[in-house]
C-alpha cells in the first residue's frame, strides 16, 4: 500500500489518488458539482476518464482507505453527518449504486476532518471536530461498515486543529495535527492496539498553514 498526499480544502474541493495492485488514480470531487475520477500513466500522465457523475450537493470530506487490494472511498457532509461508502473497482469505477454504510449509522453533525490509518493489518478511521475539540477512532470492519470505538477524547481538545495526517515509521504509527489560527504542529506517538496516544512534540510555525502532507516511498 503506497501513502500519497491528498489535498482538500474547506468548501470540500479534493484532490485524491488511489491506488491498486496494476494502477493508480487521480479523484477530483467539488461540493457543489460532480466528481471526475482518471487513469494515470506511469510517467504521471492522465489517461482517461474512467468516471464520473453529477452528485448532489454538501459532501465535505472525500477519502479513500482500504480493506483489501481494492480501494474504498468515504465521503461525509460535516452538516447532518451523512456518511455513503462505494468500492473502487479495478477498473477505476465506482459502484455508487449502494453504499455500504447503514443509514443508521450516520455520524452526528461536526465532523470536520476525516483520516485513514492502518496497524496490525487493521484499518481505523480518525474523526476530528474543529469547532469544539472532540476526536474518536473507530475500527472498521470487514464490510466497509464502522466498528469498535477504540478512542473518544470527550472533547477534551481545544478548538482550532484543522488537518490530520497519520504516519508509519517502523513499526510505529504517529499522529500529527495541524492548527491552522496558530500555526501549531503537535506529534503524537500511537499505543499499539489502542486509540490512546503518548505526545511528543509541539512545532510552532506561522499561522495560516492548511496542510499537511505525508507520503511514503516505496522501499
Known amino acids: 500500500m503506497l501513502g500519497i498526499p491528498d489535498n482538500e480544502d474547506r468548501e470540500g474541493n479534493t484532490i485524491q489518488f488511489s491506488k491498486t495492485d496494476l494502477k493508480t488514480f487521480l479523484h477530483l470531487y467539488r461540493e457543489q458539482m460532480n466528481f471526475r475520477i482518471f487513469e494515470m500513466d506511469s510517467q504521471g500522465r492522465l489517461r482517461a476518464f474512467t468516471d464520473r457523475r453529477v452528485m448532489e450537493t454538501g459532501w465535505t470530506s472525500t477519502k479513500p482507505f482500504f480493506l483489501s487490494e481494492v ?5 461525509l ?4 453527518g451523512q456518511v455513503n461508502i462505494y468500492q473502487l473497482t479495478e477498473t477505476g469505477k465506482l459502484k455508487y449504486e ?10 452526528k453533525s461536526g465532523w470536520s476532518t476525516v483520516e485513514f490509518f492502518y496497524l496490525n493489518n487493521e484499518t481505523f478511521l480518525f474523526l476530528l471536530k474543529e469547532l469544539g475539540g472532540s476526536a474518536r477512532i473507530h475500527k472498521m470492519n470487514g464490510d466497509g461498515t464502522v466498528g469498535t470505538m477504540m478512542f473518544d477524547n470527550k472533547g477534551e481538545w481545544q478548538n482550532g486543529w484543522t488537518n490530520a495526517k497519520f504516519c508509519q515509521m517502523g513499526r510505529s504509527i504517529y499522529r500529527v495535527l ?14 499499539r492496539n489502542t486509540g490512546a496516544s503518548t505526545y511528543l512534540s509541539y512545532i510552532a510555525r506561522q499561522a495560516g498553514m492548511q496542510k499537511l502532507l505525508y507520503w511514503k516511498t516505496e522501499d
Not at 71 to 75: A, E, H, K, N, V
Open 71 to 75: 480501494p474504498d472511498i468515504f465521503r
Open 77 to 80: 457532509k460535516e452538516l447532518g
Open 98 to 107: 449502494d453504499s455500504v454504510w447503514p443509514e443508521k449509522d450516520n455520524l
Open 178 to 191: 495541524l492548527h491552522k489560527d496558530n500555526g501549531f504542529v503537535r506529534i503524537n506517538k500511537l499505543k
